[in-house]
């Protein structure tokens, strides 16, 4: 019975963090970037694992024009950003 508490538990948590990140990217400081990143989260997000939320995570941290400016191919992301998540960001199509 313990184990499957554990299991619950952890499942909550990736679920309130997937909440939470998906909060912080509606809410980026800039509408622009509220509506880029925040449309990402809500149709990307619930199929990311741990690994995914970091990175997503980590991406969440740098400044909006930075990350405006990697999704509009003005500049290229940071290696250390390099992953399946920031493929899948830069190749979102946010107009539909």
Known sequence: MTGNRSQVDTQETVENWRKRLTFRAWHRGTREM???MGSFAEQ????FEAEDLT???EILMNNDPDV????SA????????DSPVL???LSHSFAK
């Open 34 to 36: 509220d509506l880029l």
């Open 44 to 47: 990307y997000i619930n199929r």
């Open 55 to 57: 990175v997503f995570e």
């Open 68 to 71: 405006y400016d990697w999704i």
């Open 74 to 81: 003005r500049k290229k992301a940071p290696q250390e950003l």
């Open 87 to 89: 493929d899948l960001l």
